[in-house]
Nanobody
Framework: QVQLVESGGGLAQAGDSLRLSCAAS????????MGWYRQSPGKERELVAG???????YYAPSVKGRFTLSRDHDKKSHYLQMTTLKPEDTAVYYC???????????WGQGTQITVAS
C-alpha cells in the first residue's frame, strides 16, 4: 500500500503562484508514474500534469507554460509549481501515483485551491 499526503493548497489572487506537494509513504518502490488531477464543481476530474517512469512529462493545454511538475530523485515526493494562476484554476487538486508493480492506483486526499479574480 502507498499513502499520498498533499499540502500547499489555499486561497490565491489571480496572477499569484502556489506550490503543491505530495509526499508518498509505504510501498513506494512500486511507483513509476505520478501526477496531479483537479476537479471543479460539476466537472469531471481532469489530468493537469503527469510524469511517467521514463521522466516524460505531460501538461494539459490549459496549464502548459504556467505549471511545472517535478519529483524527487527517490520518487517519494512530487510537486506542482503553479504560476500566473487564473480563476479557472479553482478546483480541488489531487495527487496521483501508481505503477505496473503497484497493487492499485493511489490518490491523495485532495486540496482546495481557490483563485480570486
Amino acid at each position: 500500500q502507498v499513502q499520498l499526503v498533499e499540502s500547499g493548497g489555499g486561497l490565491a489572487q489571480a496572477g499569484d503562484s502556489l506550490r503543491l506537494s505530495c509526499a508518498a509513504s509505504g510501498d513506494t518502490i512500486c511507483l513509476s508514474y505520478m501526477g496531479w488531477y483537479r476537479q471543479s464543481p460539476g466537472k469531471e476530474r481532469e489530468l493537469v500534469a503527469g510524469i511517467n517512469g521514463g521522466g516524460s512529462i505531460y501538461y494539459a493545454p490549459s496549464v502548459k507554460g504556467r505549471f511545472t511538475l517535478s519529483r524527487d530523485h527517490d520518487k517519494k515526493s512530487h510537486y506542482l509549481q503553479m504560476t500566473t494562476l487564473k480563476p479557472e484554476d479553482t478546483a480541488v487538486y489531487y495527487c496521483n501515483a501508481g505503477g505496473a508493480m503497484c497493487a492499485s492506483d493511489y490518490w491523495g486526499q485532495g486540496t482546495q485551491i481557490t483563485v480570486a479574480s
